[in-house]
Nanobody
Framework: QVQLVESGGGLVQAGGSLRLSCAASRSIFSINYMGWYRQAPGNQRELVARVSSGGTTYYVDSVKGRFTISRDNAKNKNTVYLQMNSLKPDDTAKYYC?????????????WGQGTQVTVSS
């Protein structure tokens, strides 16, 4: 079991920055993937960025060069961050932290409650 708690959302003007945090209930190095998804009204939830336990990162094309996913690499730390720069109104959505744990060849997804990001033009 993994509990995830997000923080850091809010209202920002276009061009501004926000940093989202996701605190996990266990060491993130025991979690195969941690990532951020977002969902805007009327849209499907989409993967924004993800980091593997080995440190490999993935970004959706629309955020490359603007968003950075990182983790606290100190031992026994359990927080993943999403630094969002040069925000655009299209980035407005509810952002969800996601953890994927693979055990006995089965992948289990865990989700946070979400944090709202609103970018005004």
């Amino acid at each position: 079991q993994v509990q995830l708690v997000e923080s850091g959302g809010g209202l920002v003007q276009a061009g501004g920055s926000l940093r989202l945090s996701c605190a996990a209930s266990r060491s993130i190095f025991s979690i195969n993937y941690m990532g951020w998804y977002r969902q805007a009204p009327g849209n499907q939830r989409e993967l924004v960025a993800r980091v593997s336990s080995g440190g490999t990162t993935y970004y959706v094309d629309s955020v490359k060069g603007r968003f950075t996913i990182s983790r606290d690499n100190a031992k026994n730390k359990n927080t993943v961050y999403l630094q969002m720069n040069s925000l655009k109104p299209d980035d407005t959505a509810k952002y969800y932290c996601n953890a994927v744990v693979v055990e006995r060849q089965s992948a289990v997804d865990y989700w946070g409650q979400g944090t709202q990001v609103t970018v005004s033009s």
